[in-house]
Nanobody
């Protein structure tokens, strides 16, 4: 059974940092694009960041405009295949953050909800002002 489990969420003050991790069990996602999405109360789930896979060159990343320059997505294809380093947090970043995996071509960074097949249960991030 495939499982993605997020960790690293919590309460942080505005301007602070958090690092989210996504642990995988049940299969390897070395040839899957990995992404982070978030859902704030009363809002739809939205794309945050994605990272491609690639065997022979550097992976590619893509970010939502709202987090560009503040968040960094990375992967190591080991037990925790994807991380999300979040800096300069503000209250608008408060949401449940979800890790996702989607089968894709090398070098691609899917940004749509329906391009991802596997999802974690989410981890709450709360930023206080």
């Amino acid at each position: 059974q495939v499982q993605l489990v997020e960790s690293g969420g919590g309460l942080v003050q505005a301007g602070g940092s958090l690092r989210l991790s996504c642990a995988v069990s049940g299969r390897t996602f070395s040839r899957y694009a990995m992404g982070w999405f978030r859902q704030a109360p009363g809002k739809e789930r939205e794309f945050v960041a994605a990272i491609s896979w690639n065997l022979w060159s550097a992976t590619r990343t893509y970010y939502a405009d709202s987090v560009k320059g503040r968040f960094t997505i990375s992967r190591d294809n080991a037990k925790n295949p994807v991380y999300l380093q979040k800096n300069s947090l503000n209250p608008e970043d408060t949401a449940v953050y979800y890790c996702a995996a989607g089968r894709s071509g090398a070098g691609l960074t899917p940004r749509s909800f329906n391009e991802y097949e596997y999802w974690g249960q989410g981890t709450q991030v709360t930023v206080s002002s």
